[in-house]
Nanobody, 116 residues
Framework: QVQLVESGGGLVQPGGSLRLSCAASGFTFSSYTMSWYRQAPGKARELLAGITSNDGRTNLPDSVKGRFTISRDNGKNTVYLQMNSLKPEDTAVYYC?????????WGKGTLVTVSS
């Protein structure tokens, strides 16, 4: 049974930091590109960061580059999203995604609220 379980969300003040984790099971984690997305109320789901399976190359859009960092630990079947200098507009549900050429899986999301 495939599972992606996000954790680490919560309430944080503007300028603060959070580290999200996504624990994977039920598939060969090391063979999948892992990504983080987010969806704010009333907005489309947005790609935040991706990390490849083989060489660990990362890709982040300019909107979060320099503030967010994605990493993975294939030994722990876990992908992380380190978020710094958080802003109120970062408030959203954050989702973990696993993708290969044939399959794609999603977690259920974790809520991040940035507010004073």
């Amino acid at each position: 049974q495939v599972q992606l379980v996000e954790s680490g969300g919560g309430l944080v003040q503007p300028g603060g930091s959070l580290r999200l984790s996504c624990a994977a099971s039920g598939f060969t984690f090391s063979s999948y590109t892992m990504s983080w997305y987010r969806q704010a109320p009333g907005k489309a789901r947005e790609l935040l960061a991706g990390i490849t399976s083989n060489d660990g190359r990362t890709n982040l859009p300019d909107s979060v580059k320099g503030r967010f960092t994605i990493s993975r630990d294939n030994g722990k079947n876990t992908v992380y999203l380190q978020m710094n200098s958080l802003k109120p507009e970062d408030t959203a549900v954050y989702y973990c995604n696993a993708a290969s050429a044939l399959m794609e899986y999603w977690g259920k999301g974790t809520l991040v609220t940035v507010s004073s």
